[in-house]
């Protein structure tokens, strides 16, 4: 070999190996910003769960959804970190390495675990909100009928007067005089209820509709996201029984 291969070769050699000194330090920043990640998703998780209010469906559903909505976060730190396989790596990592993987099937085990409490939340608050919602419509109901009552019982001008001022809760109810008009003030008034009542009663299917919709919308959402998202960590940890088993 001649000297002019000879310098070729020795250059080829320090090309690759500043290469790999390149690429090494590349996998030990991409490791570093995956630490990062999944420690920024502890301290969001711990937030989440305090103060812990488990038996609450709402909290419970809330929180459940919490989670799901921020479960990209800890998956991209596991590809970052298990990225590059054992190149790059200090020696204490591979203990850790170890304890990821077997996280990761704990996770989606929780995951998987929390899809049949979350329809359960979504029933128990979509019971909780009917029952919320109609027994506010039989109070109003209820009031309304009073005063329906008290109208019908009026039998003179100072007591419709009386009754209007008070509804109005002012002072300078219009003067009623005669009977005539006086029976014209009853029917309008009684008539005016009756609206009120059917009108409460679509508002309030409305609100019951528009709530339920809502429920449905994000119950469908996070317990997809819980069920993909289990998938997504049983799939790491099959990919990482290279770390569990001591081979690459």
Aim: aromatic content about 10%; charged content about 15%.
């Amino acid at each position: 070999m001649s000297d002019s291969d000879t310098q070729q070769l020795i250059k080829k050699v320090e090309s690759l190996w500043k290469a790999s000194t390149e690429l090494l330090e590349f996998f030990v920043m991409v490791h570093g910003v995956g630490y990062g990640l999944l420690l920024l998703f502890l301290f969001d998780f711990i937030y989440l769960f305090i103060p812990p209010g488990f038996m609450n469906p709402a909290w419970e559903f809330q929180t459940f959804g919490a989670v799901v909505d921020r479960i990209a976060v800890p998956l991209i730190a596991l590809v970052l970190i298990f990225w590059g396989g054992r190149n790059g790596r200090f020696k204490f990592e591979f203990s850790l390495l170890k304890g990821l993987s077997w996280l990761s099937l704990i996770a989606g085990i929780l995951l998987l675990l929390a899809v049949p409490l979350g329809i359960l939340n979504t029933v128990r608050l979509d019971r909780q909100a009917n029952a919320q919602i109609s027994k506010q419509i039989e109070q109003s109901k209820t009031q309304i009928k009073q005063i329906q009552e008290r109208v019908s019982s009026v039998t003179t001008e100072a007591q419709m007067q009386e009754l209007i001022t008070q509804l109005n809760r002012s002072s300078n109810a219009p003067k009623i005089e005669g009977s005539q008009q006086l029976e014209t003030v009853k029917k309008e008034l009684a008539s005016s209820l009756t609206q009120g009542e059917s009108s409460l009663v679509a508002q309030a299917q409305n609100a019951q509709s528009n709530q339920r919709l809502s429920l449905l919308k994000n119950s469908v959402k996070w317990n997809l996201g819980s069920l993909i998202a289990s998938a997504l960590f049983f799939w790491v940890w099959l990919l990482t029984a290279w770390i569990r088993k001591g081979t690459n």
